[in-house]
């Protein structure tokens, strides 16, 4: 395929190097998709503690100097696929923790290590590297959220920028004295453009800055423009899209790492028989014993994901058969309700505390539907993982989640293109009702296997993902 045009990915993770969250998986899978596509992507992200003896000896391609408090240099190296531009600057990014934070917290110089990062980026843009100039800077959540700033106000050297929200959950909030000395000019301290509720916020900036803004599903697009999901910034998205500016592109999943296909128990949409013997061996390995259809949720434990209406919803579940596998941490208050239901349906209720991604595939493989209560949910992956698997997900109505699973409604079923249940509101009895109907369309053999294989058929790959990313370059392209 002949090279459409240059991308600069920047993102503060990226699979495998560093992850925290599904921006790290989309930073690391884009590249290899839009390749086929005629799109050069390359990505630029920190030099974290974890990756410095990696990139030891990958070859300097850009040196900046006066860089908060010392100097960046960004290698350049191959990582399964991906070129990777690494910037060491260990003065920022050389500590022992997390991306964002050690034991006691968030790192409280946040606010300049990632203006660092948007900094560095810019210029790259700007200016290209020695054999490499892109045509497009691609910046995503907040950590980036100055890159495209930085271009705006000083200069953007013909490159169009986009940027990508993953969650607006994370804003970054900057106190306003900082405005100097993240190199922001005064004159755009006002609320059209870099104040926020009297600081400023790094994901703002990029916002009203970027000639385009997407995030990762289109009904996160349109439910963004709402104060009860936009975090304060749904003025904002809604002032974007009003330009036509705002559109939502759903994340895609590693088909060959998520596959029925690849475990110890290969099954297919032809051949269900290893599903079978997955589910017998998840309720052996957690000593359960469920007539009815066994739910499984795989989650952070947390208010986000409607972990809490879980306990009023689940007895009638049981009474009729279901059974619960959960794997996932996260708030000691859900970690200790979902504990109280292993205590009060043994053998039917089975918790695992932790974070496990090979359990997480036997779950996938062995469960017969997958939980996502979410309130709120950018895009989501473990429904597509359900899909995937013939694990029907049982999802709220909200965000990627009604975007990815079709409702098993009268009319659905009639037209043979229900993949799941979907609920609304987020709350114990649509949980509860959703639950109900679950176990009936389980009991319905006929109808069971249909709604299995037209999920297993749906198409979640990324190549669906590149080609609309791949749009969206081509139009801001010049
Ligand atoms: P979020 O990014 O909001 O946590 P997503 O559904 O987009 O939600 O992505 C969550 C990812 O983390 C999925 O790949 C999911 O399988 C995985 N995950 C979450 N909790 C666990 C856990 N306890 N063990 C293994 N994988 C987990």
Redesign the pocket.
């Known amino acids: 395929m002949e090279l459409q045009g240059r991308v600069l990915s920047v993102a503060s993770e990226c699979v495998p190097l560093v992850k925290t969250?599904?921006?790290a998986?989309v930073a690391g899978a884009l590249p290899a998709a839009l390749a086929p596509l005629g799109w050069d992507m390359r990505v630029l992200m920190p030099a974290y503690r974890s990756l410095r003896p990696r990139i030891a000896d990958w070859p300097e391609v850009w040196r900046e100097e006066g860089l908060w408090g010392g100097t960046g240099i960004v290698r350049q190296g191959v990582v399964d696929g991906v070129t990777v531009l690494a910037l060491d600057a260990p003065h920022l990014f050389d500590r022992e923790g997390g991306p964002y934070g050690g034991p006691h917290g968030d790192w409280w110089d946040n606010p300049q290590r990632f203006a660092a990062l948007s900094w560095v980026a810019a210029r790259i843009a700007r200016e290209g590297l020695a054999d490499w100039k892109p045509d497009v800077l691609h910046a995503h959540d907040w950590q980036a959220g100055l890159a495209p700033a930085y271009l705006a106000f000083g200069g953007a050297g013909g490159v169009g920028t986009v940027i990508t929200i993953?969650?607006i959950a994370f804003q970054g909030w900057a106190h306003s004295t900082l405005l100097g000395e993240l190199r922001l000019p005064r004159s755009e301290f006002h609320p059209g453009a870099l104040e926020y509720y009297g600081g400023l916020s790094m994901l703002k900036a990029g916002l009203v800055t970027a000639d385009r803004v997407t995030t990762v599903s289109p009904h996160y697009a349109e439910e963004l423009m709402r104060p009860e999901f936009g975090m304060g910034l749904q003025g904002v998205i809604a002032a974007r899209a009003a330009e036509g500016a705002v559109s939502g592109i759903l994340?895609g999943v590693d088909t060959a790492v998520w596959s029925p296909e690849a475990g110890p128990h290969p099954f297919s949409a032809r051949s269900m028989k290893g599903k079978a013997e997955a589910r017998a061996a998840l309720c052996d390995e957690f000593g359960l014993g469920v007539p009815g259809p066994l739910a499984i949720l795989?989650?952070?434990?947390?208010d986000?994901?409607g972990i809490d209406i879980l306990p009023a919803a689940v007895p009638d579940f049981i009474a009729g058969g279901g059974g619960l596998l959960v794997?996932?941490?996260g708030d000691p208050a859900l970690e200790a309700a979902m504990q109280a239901l292993v205590t009060r349906f043994p053998g039917r209720v089975a918790v695992?505390?932790?974070?496990?991604?090979a359990?997480?595939r036997r779950m996938?493989a062995g469960g017969d539907a997958v939980l996502?209560p979410?309130r709120f949910?950018?895009?989501?992956?473990?429904?597509m993982?359900g899909l995937r698997f013939g694990t029907l997900p049982v999802v709220s109505a909200v965000g990627?989640l009604s975007d990815t699973v079709i409702d098993a409604s009268p009319a659905a079923l009639a037209a043979g293109v229900a993949t799941g249940v979907v609920f609304h509101p987020v709350d114990a009895l649509g949980l509860g009702q959703a639950l109900r109907r679950l176990l009936a369309l389980h009991a319905d053999r006929a109808v069971w296997t249909a709604l299995q294989k037209n999920a297993m058929r749906q198409p979640l790959g990324w190549e669906t993902s590149a080609a609309a990313y791949a749009a969206l370059y081509a139009g801001l392209r010049g």
């Not at 795989?298 to 947390?302: D, H």
Request: aromatic share 8%; glycine share 16%; proline share 3%.
């Open positions: 969250g599904g921006l998986d993953h969650n994340n795989v989650s952070r434990l947390t986000q994901k794997l996932g941490s695992r505390i932790g974070y496990d991604e359990l997480s996938f996502v979410s949910e950018p895009c989501g992956l473990t429904q993982y990627g």
